[in-house]
């Protein structure tokens, strides 16, 4: 179900799953395509195969992991970068565009973008 508001996602951010709900910033709704939602739809996959509670508390260590690798490396990662590296959104972002990457996607396929 798809949910428009004010409030979730962050700015900058057009849409976010939080299962079962696709939450819309209304202001960017315009922006919300099907390859926006496709992604999104991913990301339900995603959560069901971990539960949803822990495919939040993977995303969140697996985001703090990339912020502090990305330090240790003496490069200065600001969250969109290691936001970007985490293998939940590089599975979205590689395969938003597919329409059919569902029906073919195997579980826990994010593994692959670790």
């Given amino acids: 179900m798809i949910v428009i508001n004010k409030f979730i996602p962050a700015k900058g951010f ?7 709900f696709i939450f819309v910033r209304k202001d960017l709704a315009h922006k919300f395509t099907d390859v926006s939602k496709n992604h999104e739809l991913i990301h339900f996959q995603q ?5 949803v509670i822990g495919f939040y508390i ?3 260590v697996e985001f703090i992991v990339r912020i502090i690798g990305f330090w240790v490396k003496g490069k200065l990662a600001n969250t969109d970068t290691a936001y970007r590296n985490i293998s939940f959104e590089k599975e979205a972002y590689s395969n938003q565009e ?3 990457y569902l029906t073919t996607r195997k579980r826990f396929n994010f593994k692959n973008y670790l």
């Fill in 58 to 60: 993977l995303y969140i």
């Fill in 98 to 100: 597919n329409m059919e």
């Fill in 47 to 51: 959560q069901k195969e971990l539960f």
């Fill in 14 to 20: 057009i849409a976010m799953a939080i299962f079962p």
